[in-house]
């Protein structure tokens, strides 16, 4: 089975058609959906790679304002040296003071704050708290709750490591929440009384993210993008979508690297690019993430109309591929059947293939074959029916029981007379003309055997007719010696017809053969010329022309008068060409005279030419 | 022509494929299940974190810093040796404190060649005397040994910077306007100083003429006292100067035992707010007088701020960090800096409102 797929997949026993078709895809659609794959992906990663290298210096550069800005806030507690009263309020000890005298610091202190932080230069602020080791100060601009002495800050009361420097606290590490929810994270900062190198208590300064909001306003307008700050952790303390605020990323425990870009695909949705700028002095990482398919918008929109160009392209090529292997395939297929008729015996020309292209001019060359070959079997056919008509005719007129009857008849008046030495001659005559009918199957017969032939014809009816017939055979000098071939049986028919023609109005005829060569007018070359003639009653005028065009026309097949000469003149035409042949001449009450002209040859023809059509 | 037919149908079925294929193979980069993470492109670290972490691993190896008060046991030297400790504890450096008994430049000498045995790499130094000191900080130079000046300054070849807890023009001005304000801007006043070697009194004590001078011709600058440094002789003096000047109006205290021991003499002599007493002391010593009256102001610096100033300034020299203007100094503040002269910062007034804030 799998071999037989594999026979059938093997390229060069696939359909013509089939591989114009596949050679011409692999040309064109190969290279072109894997140059238009290559120059996209070669773009999209370009385009990848500078966001990719550009974002992180961005972000970097954010990173440096917002650590600028933070390292403001942190400032902030700072303000309070400002003010002695303040820094005198801290040192004291409530314990020794009275009720009254603590509610007075704490509304001193309280809305020194409230003025020094709250208003004027810090729209960020929300409120400040101040603990200090046995009083909580505060103000606010929002309703908070969660922030009391004993609350979630405990831990944060005292134990400053970093002295001197702020520390940022995020929502999730305290209870603190202020109405409405609103998002902040705690600056905290120790006070510490430089002079007396004692700690006064601890600033928390509860501050909006807004100035991230404003640092990066201008930054990114694509909606889709993704811009927030975490801590490595992965609280989120600032995001472009304000529901984020306060969240965790899911993912900062996998994400590679904190500085530089990096490529994500989350499952089920679409491939981000992510740039994080990691901020050392604050422990936070800015993001940045956008889906890919953003960045490569354009690529994409130029990857889309090429794959329709393309498609379109491929589609039109194809059906175009499809029509010109077909215009190719189509007439070789016309041409196979026509090749096919022609081996079943059926010569057909079509002339529908008429294209100059080589599968034309093959169409051409085949019909001219078929043509050729046509005529080739015609003349072929006919003359081998001439030959076979001839045969038989010899046959028939050697074994006419006529002949034989007369000659037998001949031979006994010959044997009652005793004349033995006649009786004897004319069995040996009538046996040698016998052996020579039936013996030789070949068209062609030496000259001397055929003249031979109507020598022993002509004795025997000699004996017949005795002294009613007279005949002589004149050789030419120059044809003894040498060995010519004749066509067979073409002298006893016209010999025949003189003698039947002749003797039935005369007593007496006398037949004279002359061979000898002459030149052909015609071609120039030595041609063989037989000439009997006769004195017997001649032709009358009409019917000799009649006769002659009865020769020429090939129609005297069927008449039984003129099947001798015209049969003979046949078979000469068709095995030397037309300007050898029977030439009648005759005066009517005179004689007639049969001019047979053939070729000079001295090899025996066993086929007919077949370079007839060059005379043609 | 059917076989034909299907053939092309192969044909097209072939191509379709390979177009398939072909946005196959574009889009194959998509589909994947599991989150994955392909880096383009990492940024070197923000080089903070790279500077800080061979600074440690450089600053494994211990400082060993000695500094050298005027003298020790007495209140002020030893303010400044808690805020020294508070840093050497903070910064995790050997703190040597160690200051001779009395305010001699020569018993100071032998405690800085000690120090000078023990290998120290920095001596801080409050020189009781600008030139006698410095051969032997030259020597210590030579030997390898950096040399600073705190509190009271040697001659500018002897060491690389001075930490200087005010600014003495401000506070010499400043002194003298504390009681002036008391004394009404009119009468007889003398000064007690420390040493009369000493140069950063000596500068205070200029300032104080220049601006009596300036603003305040009815005052009269009658003596000056020296006291060494030693509470027995600060008082023997302020005795002797109340003897001698029977209408003296106000006495001024360079040296941080010199205001506490008018003040007794003062009270002793029950001239109470007769005789005004102001000048440089810590609150702990006045605390008592200034309730009392028997002395009207107090001004000083915070000594154990400038001890853990002094001592950082030390250490950051030896991580090869020279204090700069406008610098920010961890539990301290900013510093001010003129040349090769560090300013602290302002001085502080003690009175008897504030005085209980302070607890050196």
């Not at chain 1, 961005?58 to 400002?82: G, M, R």
């Not at chain 2, 000493?198 to 000056?224: S, T």
Request: glycine share 8%; net charge negative; aromatic share 8%.
């Amino acid at each position: 089975m799998i071999s037989r797929i594999r026979e059938r997949l093997r390229f060069r026993n696939v359909r013509l058609s089939a591989k114009l078709i596949v050679t011409y895809l692999l040309l064109t659609v190969i290279p072109m959906s894997l140059l238009g794959y290559v120059s996209y992906v070669q773009y999209t990663k370009s385009i990848e790679e500078q966001i990719g290298e550009y974002m992180p210096r961005f972000l970097y550069q954010a990173n440096a304002n917002i650590e600028k800005h933070v390292s403001e806030l942190e400032a902030l507690p700072d303000l309070l040296f400002n003010s002695d009263d303040m820094i005198a309020i801290l040192r004291r000890d409530p314990a020794l003071q009275s009720r009254a005298e603590q509610n007075r610091d704490l509304f001193t202190l309280n809305s020194y704050m409230a003025r020094t932080y709250l208003g004027g230069g810090n729209p960020d602020v929300l409120g400040v708290f101040l603990l200090s080791k046995s009083r909580l100060f505060e103000s606010t601009r929002l309703r908070y709750s969660g922030f009391g002495r004993n609350e979630a800050i405990a831990p944060y009361r005292y134990d400053v490591d970093a002295r001197d420097k702020g520390k940022l606290i995020l929502p999730s590490e305290t209870g603190l929440r202020f109405e409405n929810n609103a998002p902040y994270v705690l600056v905290m900062k120790e006070i510490l009384d430089t002079d007396n190198r004692r700690v006064l208590g601890t600033m928390f300064i509860a501050v909006q993210m807004t100035f991230i909001d404003r640092i990066l306003r201008d930054f990114e307008t694509n909606d889709r993008a993704d811009l927030w700050v975490m801590n490595r952790k992965g609280e989120i303390v600032y995001h472009t979508d304000p529901e984020k605020i306060g969240t965790f990323d899911p993912n900062v425990a996998g994400y590679p690297i904190l500085s530089g870009s990096f490529r994500t695909n989350a499952a089920g949705g679409s491939a981000r690019l992510v740039s994080l700028s990691e901020s050392a002095q604050l422990g936070w990482v800015l993001v940045h993430s956008i889906p890919l398919k953003d960045l490569t918008e354009r690529a994409d929109l130029v990857r889309n109309v090429t794959i329709f160009v393309f498609v379109g392209i491929v589609l039109v090529t194809t059906v175009l591929s499809v029509l010109f292997s077909l215009s190719i395939t189509r007439p070789l297929k016309k041409l196979s059947r026509l090749m096919k008729n022609a081996e079943m015996g059926r010569f057909q020309v079509d002339h529908s293939l008429q294209s100059r292209d080589e599968v034309g001019s093959l169409a051409r060359s085949f019909n001219s074959m078929i043509t050729t070959t046509r005529e080739l079997i015609q003349t072929n056919y006919r003359i081998e029916i001439r030959q076979k008509e001839a045969e038989l005719y010899a046959l028939q007129s050697q074994i006419n029981p006529h002949f034989i009857y007369n000659t037998l008849e001949t031979i006994s008046m010959a044997v009652e007379e005793g004349e033995s030495e006649s009786v004897v001659d004319m069995v040996t005559l009538l046996g040698r003309m016998l052996r020579f009918s039936v013996g030789n199957k070949s068209k062609t017969v030496p000259l001397a055997e055929e003249i031979q032939h109507v020598r022993d014809y002509l004795t025997i009816q000699k004996f017949r007719f005795e002294e009613r017939l007279a005949f002589d055979i004149a050789l030419n000098v120059d044809l003894e010696g040498r060995t010519l071939y004749s066509p067979k049986f073409i002298l006893q028919p016209i010999v025949e017809n003189a003698i039947k023609h002749g003797l039935e109005r005369r007593g007496r005829l006398g037949i004279h053969i002359g061979i000898g060569k002459e030149i052909s007018a015609r071609s120039g070359k030595q041609d063989i010329v037989f000439r009997i003639r006769d004195d017997g009653p001649g032709i009358p005028a009409d019917r000799l022309a009649e006769l002659e065009h009865e020769l020429r026309s090939e129609s005297h097949l069927a008449k039984d008068s003129g099947l001798g000469l015209g049969n003979v003149n046949a078979r000469i035409v068709l095995l030397h060409g037309p300007e050898y042949g029977l030439q009648l001449h005759s005066i009517d009450g005179k004689g007639t005279e049969v001019i047979v002209r053939i070729p000079a040859i001295a090899r025996p023809v066993e086929t007919p030419r077949s370079d007839r059509e060059e005379g043609e | 022509m059917r076989s034909g037919k299907i053939g092309i149908r192969r044909e097209r079925l072939c191509l379709l494929l390979a177009v398939l294929a072909s946005l196959f193979l574009v889009s194959a980069c998509r589909d994947r299940g599991a989150i994955s993470y392909k880096v383009i492109y990492e940024m070197d670290r923000p080089a903070a974190d790279e500077t800080a972490s061979p600074s440690e691993a450089a600053n494994s190896r211990r400082y060993k810093i000695g500094v050298v008060p005027k003298v020790t046991d007495i209140a002020y030297f030893d303010v400044v040796k808690q805020g020294a400790q508070e840093a050497a504890w903070d910064l995790d450096v050997d703190l040597l404190y160690e200051g001779p008994s009395t305010a001699d430049p020569d018993e100071q000498i032998e405690v800085i060649r000690g120090l000078m045995e023990k290998r120290v790499d920095v001596i801080a130094v409050s020189a009781n005397d600008p030139k006698k000191l410095v051969p032997v900080l030259r020597e210590a130079k030579e030997q390898g040994i950096r040399v600073i000046t705190w509190d009271a300054d040697t001659g500018p070849e002897a060491r690389e910077f001075f930490v200087n807890m005010a600014d003495p023009e401000t506070l010499g001005r400043h002194l003298l306007d504390t009681l002036a304000w008391s004394m009404g801007e009119k009468g007889e006043f003398a000064v007690m100083t420390g040493q009369l070697s000493a140069a950063n009194l000596n500068e205070w004590i200029d300032w104080i003429k220049v601006q009596r001078e300036q603003f305040y011709p009815g005052m009269k600058l009658v003596e000056i006292v020296p006291n060494d440094d030693d509470p027995k002789k600060a008082y023997e003096g302020a005795v002797g100067l109340l003897k001698r000047y029977p209408g003296l109006d106000g006495i001024i205290g360079t040296s941080s035992v010199g205001p506490p021991a008018a003040a007794e003499a003062v009270r002793e002599a029950k001239r109470a707010g007769e005789v005004r007493v102001v000048g440089l002391s810590t609150p702990e010593l006045m605390r008592s007088y200034l309730h009392e009256g028997s002395a009207q102001a107090a001004t000083l610096w915070s000594p154990k701020k400038l001890g853990y100033l002094t001592v950082v300034l030390a250490r950051n020299m030896m991580l090869g960090m020279l204090p700069y203007d406008d610098q920010t100094i961890a539990n301290v503040g900013n510093i001010r800096v003129h040349g090769d002269m560090i300013i602290m910062g302002e001085p502080l007034d003690f009175t008897k409102d504030n005085v209980d804030q302070y607890d050196f």
